[in-house]
């Protein structure tokens, strides 16, 4: 597989191939040429004041290992093997530069009130635990996810537990809420014609009867939407588009993936925007709070989760291909066993991620308790500046994983990967509709 490179990188590229080419010239001994030792210290001063440079501006975190892959094995000499080191070094000394500019970036933008709770979460953590007491990024997410949940918790009272015939009735039942549902319906299937087959999906009662069955079955009164079943907002919302998403792949898919084929992921992305847009016009609950709507949207379908793995598992094919090309060097006997040792390694470097979240979620757990931390995360709620702040940054999460953005070189991967996931995500051997999950 081929590597893209980008302008930075090209001429970090043409700057390793002139540190290797002036070695070269220095120990060939030409007896026509002489270089001399004022020139290469400045050749390579240029050089290494170049590359500096280019990495400072550099953002795909690629550059420096392109010049570490390209000079290892190439240069021979102590001395030129040091000059290499110290541009190493250097390079080292300006990733920390960057990481403290970041910090400093992000606290100058930061709304006081949300800098007051992340002062309060490092007081806790009180240095011992580094989930909170030293680690900023953690603070800074910590922080605003509180205000996330507080905010969001308000909307889950407000939004009332119902059944199935209350939903119906509420969404559906009087002719003037039916018609303007049904002309939203129409609107959002025509605008995206290539995923729909026929005519719009009539709501009435027989027909809800049937898809509220599919959706969300039920054990008692089969046939019947007069269960007693309070359904919670995920499940509501799930039938509210059962008439809007019907005669899709996506559709068949959900009411049985055990045996239904995932649809691409294009179809997915499409089926989001679908959705998306039909709760712009018809918001849950009649709540139209962009991030409560995108939160128990993504909740209940999983659109950015599905994105967010096949990312995963993507970037970790770009490593392999490092390793790939790092093996060319080695004896396969000394690099199966480098390989068996990374394939150890993985359950091991999984589990640490997966506790650190267990570990997040009892913080938050234990936090949430603290009155002094309560008070502060209620006053950034009550401010408008932070409120919003926070909210703009959990919906910049999301907005990360919109898209597989897919390029054509990992596209066949990116693709199966992706159909693995999904299909792997609701496999279950009660052969449940996906709206169980």
């Known amino acids: 597989m081929k590597y893209e490179l980008n302008e930075i990188e090209l001429q970090i590229l043409l700057e390793a191939m002139k540190l290797v080419n002036l070695e070269k010239q220095v120990f060939l001994k030409d007896d026509e040429i002489d270089i001399p030792e004022k020139v290469v210290s400045e050749v390579v001063r240029s050089v290494e004041e170049r590359i500096l440079y280019l990495l400072r501006s550099d953002s795909s975190a690629n550059a420096k290992s392109i010049f570490e892959n390209y000079i290892q094995g190439r240069l021979e000499s102590e001395r030129f093997l040091k000059i290499a080191q110290s541009i190493l070094d250097r390079c080292r000394f300006i990733e920390v530069d960057k990481g403290v500019a ?6 100058e933008e930061t709304p006081e009130p949300i800098l007051h709770i992340m002062q309060n979460l490092a007081a806790y953590g009180n240095g011992l635990n580094d989930l909170l007491g030293s680690n900023f990024y953690n603070q800074y997410f910590l922080s605003q996810f509180l205000i996330y949940k507080m905010n969001d918790d308000r909307f889950e009272i407000d939004s009332e537990k119902i059944n199935k015939t209350e939903l119906y009735n509420l969404v559906y039942g009087d002719t003037d809420s039916e018609l303007k549902i049904l002309n939203n319906i129409t609107d959002v299937q025509n605008a995206h014609e290539s995923l729909f087959k ?3 999906t009539d709501p009435n009662l027989k027909k809800a009867i049937k898809r509220m069955q599919q959706v969300i079955p039920s054990k008692h009164k089969v046939g019947t939407m007069n269960q007693s079943d309070e359904l919670n907002v995920f499940q509501q919302h799930a039938l509210l588009v ?28 499409e089926m989001k925007a679908i959705i998306e847009e039909f709760f712009q016009k018809q918001p849950i609950s009649g709540i139209d709070d962009a991030l409560y709507l995108k939160t128990v949207s993504e909740d209940t379908y999983h659109f950015a989760l599905f994105n967010a793995f096949t990312r995963l598992t993507s970037a ?44 997040m979620a ?10 002094e931390i309560q008070q502060v995360v209620q006053e950034a709620v009550e401010d408008e ?29 990116v693709e199966v990967a992706f159909k693995k996931i999904v299909k792997d995500y609701y496999n279950d051997d009660e052969n449940k509709t996906a709206y169980a999950k």
């Open 385 to 413: 500046e932070a409120l919003n702040y926070a909210k703009q940054t959990m919906l910049n999460m999301f907005s990360k994983f919109d898209s597989l953005q897919q390029d054509s070189e990992n596209y066949d991967f």
């Open 198 to 200: 026929g005519e719009p």
């Open 362 to 371: 009892a913080e938050i757990d234990k936090i949430s308790k603290f009155s």
């Open 316 to 359: 970790v094919l770009n490593e392999m291909n490092e390793i790939i090309v790092a093996s060319r060097k080695y004896d396969s006997l000394s690099m199966l066993f480098i390989i068996d040792q990374m394939i150890e390694s993985i359950p091991a470097y999984t589990s640490e991620w997966l506790s650190k979240y267990q570990e």
């Open 242 to 269: 059962c008439f809007l998403i019907y005669k899709t792949s996506y559709q068949r898919f959900l009411s049985n993936p055990a045996t239904q084929g995932v649809p691409d992921s294009k179809t997915f992305e």
């Open 102 to 107: 970041e910090k400093i970036r992000i606290s």
